[in-house]
Each structure stands twice: as structure tokens, then as C-alpha cells.
């Protein structure tokens, strides 16, 4: 049962142009979200994350939208960078009812940004 | 932010033998650390959840007495996956929640295990 959801397995976009990571989940219990991304090899890097209590949030080129109606977040860089192909890695967070600040991932959206 | 350490970065062993891995946060405590392992082009699958001073939290499928974690102090965690078998073989990793930011987890960079 996938709790948390990334139903594209990759995107390609023009370097200068908008990327737009979607993310949806289905626990009505989950609070607190974050977007990593992550190379090869390495561990996952900590982008951006945001509250159950705001519907956006803003960090330099990247925007997470949270619709929780539509449980339902993206996560839109912009401009895209060649340097931004990674994947990119949805989770969700429970902050209350005993979670232990369990992160639940998605399987991931492979970026790539084209010259 | 905060930074999390993993060593070894990879490591090579032989079937039956038992293999350490440290997890360290750099710059803020942890109370809690989580280990995971990644298959190929897979997602992060949890194995268990770490807090400091008492016995970690497996996730349902984990073999505690095959992984063994012990979280001693505030920075450092350690996994130990013993008598290794070629099954084992993974990329193993691990995060540390700062407890002053939220639920946000920090990853260490990975430990590339391979048993022959």
C-alpha cells in the first residue's frame, strides 16, 4: 500500500524552463512534507519542506505547493539547471500520534534538465 | 544544515563475517536516527528507527538480530549487519532528525556494502 505516491517515473525539461515534481499521498494523518533530492551513490540531499498549516512555501528557485484537499503536493523549480537532473524524492511525516518522525518516501521522479 | 556523516563509505566483505557502520551527526544532536536500505532504482525502504539511549524500533520484515543497532550517544549510531550473506549486499543509509527543525530528517552520504 503506497502511502505517498510519484506516479512519474521521470520528466525531462528544457534547462531555463519550469520543472514540476508531483507528489500525492494517502494518509489523512500526515502533517509535515519534504522533497529530497538525490544523485547516485549518495545519500538523499534535504530541499525544501512544508507545514500541513501553509499551502506554500519558497526557498530560492524551488516552491513546494501543498493542496490538502487534493492531498496532493509539487514542487516547482525554476529556471531548471542542468545541475538539478537528479531524483527527486518525495515524503510525508505524521508529527503527532506516536509516528516516531517516521518518514514514508515515494519511489522517486528522475530529472533530467537538458542543456 | 546539519550535516550527517557515514563510514565506511563502502566496504567489501566475506560471507559470515560481520560488518560495522557509523552513522554521525556533525553538528546537532540526535535523538533519533533512522537507518535505511536502497535497492537499485528502488526507494529508501526503512529499517528501523533509532533513539539514543534505548533499543531501536524495527520495521516489520527486519531482522533485528541480523541488524543490530546501537545509538550510544546523542551523535553517533552504528549498524551491524552480522554474518553477512551476498543478500545483504546494498546500499545502506542512514538519517538523523534535528530535533530544533521540525521532522526534517539529514542523510549521511551512504555505505556501499558488498559481500563476496
Known amino acids: 500500500d503506497q502511502q505517498v505516491k510519484q506516479n512519474s517515473p521521470s520528466l525531462s525539461v528544457q534547462e531555463g524552463r519550469i520543472s514540476i515534481l508531483n507528489c500525492d499521498y494517502t494518509n489523512s494523518m500526515f502533517d509535515y512534507f519534504l522533497w529530497y533530492k538525490k544523485y547516485p551513490a549518495e545519500g538523499p540531499t534535504f530541499l525544501i519542506s512544508i507545514s500541513s498549516i501553509k499551502d506554500k512555501n519558497e526557498d530560492g528557485r524551488f516552491t513546494v505547493f501543498l493542496n490538502k484537499s487534493a492531498k496532493h503536493l509539487s514542487l516547482h523549480i525554476v529556471p531548471s539547471q542542468p545541475g538539478d537532473s537528479a531524483v527527486y524524492f518525495c515524503?510525508?511525516?505524521?508529527?503527532?500520534?506516536?509516528?516516531?518522525?517516521?518518514?514514508?518516501f515515494g519511489k522517486g521522479t528522475l530529472l533530467t534538465v537538458n542543456p | 544544515g546539519a550535516v550527517v556523516s557515514q563510514h565506511p563509505s563502502r566496504v567489501i566483505c566475506k560471507s559470515g563475517t560481520s560488518v560495522k557502520i557509523e552513522c554521525r551527526s556533525l553538528?546537532?544532536?540526535?535523538?533519533?536516527m533512522f537507518w535505511y536500505r536502497q535497492f537499485p532504482k528502488k526507494s529508501l525502504m526503512l529499517m528501523a528507527t533509532?533513539?539514543?539511549?534505548?533499543?531501536?524500533?524495527?520495521e516489520q520484515g527486519v531482522e533485528k538480530d541480523k541488524f543490530l543497532i546501537n545509538h550510544a550517544s546523542l551523535t553517533l549510531s552504528t549498524l551491524t549487519v552480522t554474518s553477512a550473506h551476498p543478500e545483504d549486499s546494498s546500499f545502506y543509509i542512514c538519517s538523523a532528525r534535528d530535533p530544533t527543525s521540525t521532522d526534517t530528517q539529514y542523510f549521511g552520504p551512504g555505505t556501499r556494502l558488498t559481500v563476496l
Open positions: 515524503a510525508a511525516s505524521a508529527t503527532s500520534g506516536g509516528s516516531n518522525y517516521k518518514l514514508t
Open positions: 553538528d546537532f544532536q540526535a535523538t533519533t
Open positions: 533509532s533513539n539514543e539511549g534505548s533499543k531501536a524500533t524495527y
